[in-house]
Each structure stands twice: as structure tokens, then as C-alpha cells.
């Protein structure tokens, strides 16, 4: 434990840059804003790291060029659909001068994206983990319920790419810049029934929220809307980063 606040010490000294490092994530206490599990009300999750930012366009041609199977001409159709990284210039140019250094890459499919993050030794990072981070970007940076949702709404009825300023873990666009590819993000809902969040309404899922207050609302969407991908979805708001753990890192 004196170890892993150590590097997260370190680490907030550091603030990386975009999609340049990774940031230890401190284990402790979760109540997801939805109980996939009634029996579960708190998750404890340990320690581990997570990248700094989204997955940049860069990184991601550094991976083709090194994995030709996973270019735009060699990729399996069974691994993703036609939108498949469909706004590059080639197989091995994104087109990166036009843009921002470190423009999260898109139109990746979940296929894809396991694949970058289990190249790099790590892996998507599961619902709880990315959930949890949310959580601990609220509470570090003091963000009022009230001002929360207004930004998860605004995202979501906008699709601005409007980076939320963390001032104390440096992590860079988990809310506002792109959607993120998570390990488990079709999970199944239990409440002594099976729901799946696609195939119920609002109504039937909403009664998992652990409160209904504007702040869980807005988690709530962000749960109900990973049930419109399917593994080989590929759009123009949908990156990801990659989690690793932090055992293996020291």
C-alpha cells in the first residue's frame, strides 16, 4: 500500500501528455450508479494503471504498421464493420498533420481495440474500472452532482469534443472528447431477473439506479448506451484506452 501511494505520487507530479504515459489508479471502495447485482451494493477494486488519455491516431498506426492484419485492407469483416478506421488516407496514413498531436483514433471496433491493449500487454479496462475512475475524477476535482450531469448531458446531445479539465489525477478525455471501448461493455443486468439494457426500456432498467437523482440519470445513459454497440461497431465518437495491471508494471 506504501508502495502504490508512492507512484501515485509520483505520478500526479507528473501529469503525462496526451496518450504519452499512464497513471496509477488507487485501489478503494465502488458503488456503481448501477447495480448490475442488488446483492452487490460496493465493489472493491484494486489498484491499477490506466493510460492517461484516449488511444491517440498515431499510436494506433505505429500498431498496424506492426500488425498488418488489423490494417483497414487486411482486417477481417467478421472483426468490424465497414466504417472500419474509414477516415484514413491509407492503411498506414490517419492523416494525423491535419490534426491535433494526439487526436484520439475512432472507428475502431471493440476487436481492434483488445487487440492494441493485450500488444501492449494490458487490456481494455472492465466496466467497474472505468466506472470507478469516473467516480474518483468527481470526487478529486470536487465536481458538484448538478455540474456532472450537465456535462454528461451536454456530450451526449451535442457530441462535443470538449475535454473535462482533471486537475488531480491527470487523466485526459474520459469525459468529453470520445466514448471508450470497455472489456465488458454489453454486460447483463440481474435484479432476480436477467435484463439486458437493449432489450428492456429505460423504465425497467432505470429501477437499477441506486438513486434517481440528475447526476445517476446521467451515469444511467452512459450504461444505456453502450447497449447500441455490438463487438464490430465502428463510429466517429467511439475510441478507447488501455488499463494494465499494476503488479506488472513494477
Same mark, same amino acid.
Given at each position: ?109 471493440? #476487436? !481492434? ?5 493485450? &500488444? /501492449?500487454?494490458?487490456?481494455? =479496462?472492465?466496466? *467497474? ?87 445517476? #440519470? !446521467? ?5 444505456? &448506451? /453502450?447497449?447500441?454497440?455490438? =463487438?464490430?461497431? *465502428? ?16
Amino acid at each position: 500500500m506504501r508502495l502504490h501511494r508512492l507512484l501515485l505520487t509520483v505520478c500526479l507530479l507528473n501529469v503525462p501528455a496526451w496518450g504519452s504515459d499512464s497513471v496509477v489508479i488507487p485501489g478503494g471502495d465502488f458503488q456503481p450508479p448501477v447495480l448490475l447485482d442488488r446483492e452487490i451494493q460496493t465493489t472493491e477494486v484494486e489498484a491499477f494503471l490506466l493510460d492517461a488519455a484516449p488511444v491517440s491516431k498515431t499510436a494506433f498506426a505505429e500498431f498496424v504498421t506492426t500488425h498488418p492484419e488489423w490494417r483497414r485492407s487486411a482486417a477481417p469483416r467478421l472483426f468490424r464493420d465497414g466504417g472500419y478506421l474509414r477516415n484514413w488516407t491509407s492503411d498506414l496514413d490517419p492523416g494525423v498533420e491535419q490534426e491535433a498531436q494526439g487526436t484520439p483514433v475512432t472507428h475502431v471496433s471493440w #476487436y !481492434a481495440a483488445r487487440a492494441f491493449c493485450h &500488444s /501492449r500487454g494490458g487490456h481494455l =479496462p472492465s466496466m *467497474t474500472q472505468w466506472e470507478y475512475v469516473v467516480s474518483l475524477l468527481r470526487e478529486k476535482n470536487q465536481v458538484p452532482d448538478d455540474e456532472y450531469a450537465r456535462w454528461v448531458f451536454g456530450w451526449y446531445g451535442a457530441q462535443r469534443p470538449v475535454d473535462f479539465v482533471d486537475r488531480a489525477l491527470g487523466i485526459k478525455g474520459m469525459l468529453g472528447l470520445v466514448n471508450e471501448w470497455i472489456e465488458d461493455y454489453q454486460l447483463l443486468l440481474s435484479n432476480g431477473e436477467q435484463i439486458d439494457f437493449g432489450g428492456g426500456s429505460c423504465g425497467d432498467t432505470a429501477r437499477l439506479m441506486v438513486k434517481y437523482d440528475n447526476a445517476h #440519470y !446521467a451515469s444511467f445513459l452512459r450504461y444505456q &448506451s /453502450r447497449s447500441n454497440y455490438t =463487438p464490430v461497431t *465502428t463510429t466517429s465518437n467511439l475510441g478507447f484506452r488501455c488499463a494494465y495491471p499494476l503488479e506488472g508494471a513494477l
